[in-house]
């Protein structure tokens, strides 16, 4: 790969060189043989050149987005904790080792750039609820360091911890209560008034790779009071929210029995809807909701691999599609392999969204699916993250935010340039991954990221790893009794049972 660099001066300028260039993908015909330059972290016109023939070539399009992310540098498998349905895999998550958020986020977003991805979403998962300012900065000093564009959500919840309604009766459906003190022991819950102290602290921190966004975790686990004035303070400071929807089907449940007017007219009441807002998973969305939401300008992170291995559903795409509402594609920390491999997530979503529409005139065969999986990995994504802007593309004026692959592995032959883009969308994956550019700096060279050791960060945390293992040796993450208390819960519908939060 040619690069160099233009001695320090007042403005920054780099360059690149690619056999194929895709600057609209699914839209535009591909380049071939163009010099990439950018000056102070945006695009420049992109210029032809002579390049020697080198096996396939190199593609360069704009830089992936993950819509929807959780930032593990450990998945739960590491930590011995098995998938299973949602509600029962939190509850295995107590075993999870305490680990500094900074080597966490540092590493999984280390992870995330030599996939090609340049911008996420971060909705973070507390390990000391009193600790989440700490936590948060740890997140940002890691987006700083790697250089990817982070959107931080700040986490609001204190709901319903064990199960959806009266966390209370739960204690009727276990054998021994003596057994699980944690039932009756005081918790400490983060007011409302100190999670809005929290993000007012953060946004001091705002930067080219990291905002904050409004973060209610879930309906489910947030107060109404709570939603209302996040939605409020959203429509004032055109801060982004983003929130956990409808993942589950015991999720849906309970909130058409706590919310029977609907939760989402009640949430457009509050003037919720909006295209601030992005809702992820959405597995249990009905027609009527889905049109409201496009109707708002709503955007969907979908989350495909997760929800298969949580057991949850399947994300909304024919109803996204048939309603043109903008949808990103989200890894949320539990891809098929753990590999932050946001190629194949989409491919996934691409093949759920064929079966669901299937045959002549289904989803492939109206000629628009490979347009609308660029778009959302591309510009949905980093809608989700960002905003709207003019990233997403590699387009002169543009962010300089992009990706180069490798083609020799996947591509022995030149194809036509119609077929270019489809090939790429089949085969690529993370492996073929050469160069991330974010904000004109390279963040991955020859395929490893360059900004950290991510060597270091994943040696100290297998180390972390290992001692919480060696520790919890004879503890297993699955309690079999807790399990079947929480079955037994939702089998009586007590989660069904209206008035019992949210009051």
Request: net charge negative; proline share 6%.
């Amino acid at each position: 790969m040619n690069h160099s660099s233009a001695p320090s001066s007042a403005t920054q300028t780099e360059e690149w060189s690619a056999e194929f260039v895709l600057t609209r993908p699914g839209h535009d015909a591909p380049l071939f043989n163009q010099r990439i330059t950018t000056r102070d972290g945006r695009l420049c016109a992109l210029q032809p050149e002579i390049l020697p023939q080198q096996g396939a070539g190199r593609v360069a399009m704009p830089a992936f987005a993950n819509a929807h992310d959780h930032g593990r540098g450990v998945p739960t498998l590491s930590a011995g904790i098995p998938d299973g349905p949602l509600e029962l895999w939190l509850s295995r998550l107590g075993v999870e080792p305490r680990m500094q958020a900074y080597l966490n986020a540092a590493c999984a977003f280390a992870n995330m750039a030599e996939a090609g991805i340049g911008a996420v979403v971060h909705c973070h998962n507390t390990q000391n609820g009193r600790a989440l300012l700490e936590e948060a900065e740890g997140v940002a000093a890691a987006a700083r360091d790697v250089g990817i564009r982070v959107a931080f959500a700040v986490p609001f919840a204190g709901e319903n911890p064990f199960v959806y309604g009266d966390n209370a009766a739960l204690g009727g459906y276990l054998p021994d209560l003596s057994r699980y003190p944690q039932l009756s022991a005081p918790r400490h819950k983060r007011s409302l008034g100190e999670g809005l102290a929290i993000t007012d602290a953060l946004t001091r921190l705002e930067s080219p790779t990291f905002t904050v966004q409004y973060g209610p975790v879930g309906p489910q686990w947030t107060n109404r009071e709570t939603l209302e004035t996040l939605s409020a303070l959203s429509a004032s400071t055109g801060r982004r929210v983003h929130m956990h929807f409808f993942e589950t089907r015991l999720q849906r449940e309970w909130a058409d029995a706590q919310f029977p007017e609907g939760l989402i007219p009640w949430l457009d009441k509050i003037g919720l809807l909006s295209p601030r807002l992005t809702l992820a998973h959405c597995c249990w969305l009905r027609e009527h909701e889905l049109e409201l939401l496009a109707q708002r300008g709503v955007l969907i992170a979908c989350n495909t691999s997760s929800n298969f291995r949580l057991s949850s559903g399947l994300p909304p795409i024919a109803g996204v599609l048939r309603h043109a509402i903008t949808f990103g594609v989200g890894l949320d920390g539990m891809s098929l392999e753990d590999d932050h491999d946001i190629l194949r997530e989409t491919r996934l979503l691409r093949g759920v969204a064929q079966a669901l529409d299937a045959g002549i005139d289904g989803a492939a065969d109206k000629g628009m699916w490979l347009t609308h999986c660029y778009d959302a990995l591309l510009r949905g994504g980093r809608e989700a993250v960002l905003g709207p802007d003019s990233g997403g593309t590699l387009l002169e004026g543009a962010p300089a935010d992009f990706v180069i692959a490798r083609t020799d592995r996947i591509m022995r032959h030149t194809v036509p340039d119609a077929a270019l883009p489809d090939l790429l969308l089949t085969r690529l994956t993370r492996q073929d991954i050469d160069t991330l550019v974010v904000n004109g700096k390279t963040i991955v060279k020859n395929g490893q990221c360059i900004t950290v050791s991510k060597s270091d960060l994943e040696r100290t945390l297998n180390d972390l790893i290992k001692a919480a293992l060696d520790k919890n040796h004879g503890t297993p993450p699955v309690d079999p009794e807790w399990e079947n208390g929480l079955r037994r819960y939702y089998r009586a519908g007590e989660h069904r049972k209206a008035g019992i939060t949210h009051v």
